[in-house]
């Protein structure tokens, strides 16, 4: 997307220093990885907090980590930061600027792990009631309810046939007790990465200041006013959060938490510049 009316022009130093910072931690994090493999991101990333692998400083430090597997995440946060800040650098100030940025990225990882945590809940309680009381069928309905689309289907399959065509062997309950735990642990500990969240905060505050300032989306190639276009997005990550699938490995809801948070210290921004203004 492009800002065809973009705000004022001056220094961005924020901006600058915050995708130096994420540079450096994306080359970081790919020289890490090679000698001690998922480990930093386990220890960075941010984990929901019904994982074993949760940190009260993953709330922050996820912000600077993007997925060491594709630099477009990196590249496409790094351009919205760029485009939408820049200009709310330069209204805001600096100061202001970067409360709002960590406070709308802190957020969203609350909104998210909190929505995540209910998300989960369905999985954990059909997993608690199978392993108390095992069945070819409770372990059919796990599968088809809660397994996600990264397993080989196929083997699962193979594995049904097998113990429909021998329910009494006791070997195959055993198996089916170790793989339901092994998914509940995959799907609670998946980690979040990125500053997706702090940056749909920004999106929403460009919205607000200059909402009819022209951006025009890459696809479809599209000009829309600002104040449009926050609108669209928030209903699509919106539509896609409460879709829920399980196969689906972007956080909507961070993103919607981001902006939710936004939107709050906007208004009270406002509301505080109001009282400011009455004073003289």
């Not at 922050?60 to 060491?68: G, V």
């Not at 689309?149 to 198996?175: E, H, K, M």
């Not at 995959?186 to 999106?203: H, K, W």
């Not at 956080?251 to 938490?257: E, K, P, R, V, W």
Request: net charge neutral.
């Amino acid at each position: 997307m492009n800002i065809l009316q973009p705000g004022r022009s001056g220094s961005s130093s924020v901006i600058r220093t915050l995708i130096i910072i994420n540079v450096i931690a994306y080359v970081l994090l790919l020289i890490a990885s090679e000698y001690a493999g998922n480990q930093p991101m386990k220890l960075l990333a941010l984990h929901n907090w019904l994982s074993p692998d949760f940190k009260p400083w993953q709330i922050i430090t996820h912000l600077f980590l993007h997925s060491t597997g594709g630099v477009f995440h990196l590249f496409f946060n790094m351009l919205a930061l760029w485009m939408f800040g820049s200009a709310l650098e330069q209204t805001w100030g600096a100061k202001r600027f970067t409360y709002y940025y960590f406070a709308c990225g802190i957020g969203a990882a609350l909104v998210h792990n909190t929505v995540v945590g209910f998300q989960l809940q369905p999985m954990i309680e059909a997993a608690d009631l199978y392993l108390s009381n095992p069945s070819y069928t409770l372990f059919e309905q796990f599968i088809s309810n809660h397994l996600p689309g990264s397993y080989d289907n196929a083997q699962i399959n193979d594995f049904l046939v097998a113990w429909y065509n021998d329910r009494l062997n006791p070997g195959y309950i055993t198996q089916s007790q170790v793989f339901v735990n092994d998914v509940v642990e995959f799907r609670t500990n998946i980690p979040t990465v990125g500053a997706s969240g702090a940056v749909y905060g920004l999106l929403l505050a460009f919205g607000m200041t200059f909402p009819n300032a022209m951006i025009l989306m890459l696809i479809p190639p599209i000009p829309m006013k600002a104040k449009y276009f926050v609108i669209v997005y928030g209903l699509i990550e919106l539509s896609m959060g409460l879709r829920n699938s399980i196969e689906d490995n972007v956080a909507h809801f961070a993103h919607l938490g981001g902006m939710v948070f936004g939107i709050l210290l906007i208004l009270y921004y406002k509301k505080l510049d109001r009282n400011k203004f009455r004073q003289f």
